[in-house]
Structures are given as structure tokens and as C-alpha cells.
């Protein structure tokens, strides 16, 4: 990977980027209200179920089957994706959460770094979700898929955990804790992401979606999922 391409990713998944991930938190504020998150360590085990079983998990093979199809120039493939990603949201925040930060992302990017890439699925019948929207843009500038979805992933890892650190509360050091202890996590995901992105996928996270679905009616709210 080259500098520029380096740059290119460390830019988009950075918090600066304009696609409001700060505001949301996955339905793990739900899970701190309820006590199953409560330190350093159910963060990590909440956290790390997402990106083996949930959200984290499909956002990795979305992204990996995506990358693909746009580099190939597969457009069928690439819009059966977009529409699978936008189906496998299980509660109404978790698709506004990926629909408006896809939407958000593909704004910014094609104002700043365009490429034909990002206009493939500019007729597609569903919304770009998050995953599919960044996975257009690494493969349209040349960012290997393999960084691509590790980074991805660690940004994902990233944001849950400064949610986490507002919501439990917990300090900068226990947050740092937290992020290198998902690095493995992290990487396992990637590579089983890339192994499986010809094979059908499916998640199985029962709790974190069901966090999810109640964060809707939550009494007291700081994230938007």
C-alpha cells in the first residue's frame, strides 16, 4: 500500500471524518443502563461478540464481498450487496445508524477524494450502507481490501469503546486497555471476513440486537443507537 492510499484510509475511518459515528453507540448504551457492561472487561466481551457474531461481523463481510464486486466491476453482485446490507439491519436505529453514515460518507468522499467508483450504485434501489460505502471508495482508490476491512473494523472497535468510556464511565487508560485487547479480535474477524466473502453470511448476536431494539424506548438516551 502507498503512502497516498495509507493516508487516503487513515482519513476516512479518522473521527474527524464528517459521518457522525460519535453519536452513536450500537445499543451498548442499553447494556451499561442495564448493568451488563460495567468495566474495562464486559466492554471487551461485549465489544468482541459484535465483531465475531453481530454487527461488526457483517459489516466485515459486506465490505469484503463489496470491495470485490467494485473492483471488478460486477455491478449485479454489488447491488444484491447494498440491498443485502440494508436488510440484515436488525432495528430501526441500526439502519439509520448505517444508512445516514453511508449516506454521510459518500457526500464527504465524492467532495473530496471522487472517484467513478463511489456513483455505482447512484441508482441502486436501497440505501449505501456504511460498510458498502467505504468499501466503494477503498477499492476505487486502489486502498487493498485487506487493510481496507482491518481498518474498518478498528474504527468500529474505536467508537464503541470511547461510547463506552462515556457511558460506564471509564478512563483514558482503560480505554487504550480495551482497544489493544480487541486488536487480535480484530484481525480474526478480517481474515474470516475476506475467507468467507464468497460464501453466504449470517450473524447470530442475540443480546447486542435486542440492546438495540430497546434503545428505542430507553428513558434517558446520550447516542442515537
Do not use: K
Not at 477503498?138 to 472497535?157: D, I, N, Q
Request: overall charge negative.
Amino acid at each position: 500500500m502507498t503512502g497516498g492510499e495509507l493516508y487516503r484510509l487513515m482519513t476516512w475511518l479518522s473521527p474527524a471524518y464528517p459521518v457522525g459515528s460519535f453519536s452513536y453507540s450500537g445499543g451498548l448504551e442499553t447494556a451499561v443502563a442495564d448493568g451488563r457492561v460495567a468495566d474495562r472487561e464486559s466492554l471487551f466481551d461485549w465489544i468482541a461478540a459484535s465483531l465475531r457474531h453481530g454487527a461488526g461481523w457483517i459489516d466485515a463481510w459486506l465490505f469484503a464481498v463489496a470491495h470485490g464486486a467494485a473492483a471488478s466491476g460486477d455491478l449485479d453482485l454489488l447491488a444484491e450487496t447494498a440491498e443485502l446490507g440494508y436488510a440484515m439491519t436488525p432495528s430501526a436505529e441500526a439502519r439509520l445508524q448505517t444508512q445516514s453514515q453511508g449516506e454521510a460518507f459518500l457526500i464527504a468522499t465524492r467532495d473530496a477524494w471522487p472517484c467513478p467508483e463511489l456513483d455505482l450504485l447512484e441508482d441502486a434501489t436501497a440505501p449505501v450502507v456504511f460498510p458498502v460505502a467505504v468499501a466503494l471508495a477503498c477499492a476505487g482508490h486502489g486502498v487493498p481490501l485487506r487493510a481496507g476491512v482491518g481498518a474498518y473494523l478498528t474504527e468500529f472497535s474505536a467508537n464503541l469503546v470511547s461510547a463506552g468510556m462515556r457511558l460506564v464511565p471509564l478512563g483514558q487508560r482503560d480505554g487504550q486497555r480495551a482497544i489493544a485487547a480487541l486488536e487480535p479480535v480484530v484481525a480474526e474477524t478480517a481474515e474470516t471476513a475476506i475467507a468467507s466473502a464468497a460464501e453466504p453470511a449470517g450473524a447470530c448476536a442475540t443480546a447486542i440486537d435486542l440492546a438495540g431494539m430497546r434503545h428505542e424506548t430507553l428513558h434517558t438516551r446520550l447516542f442515537r443507537s
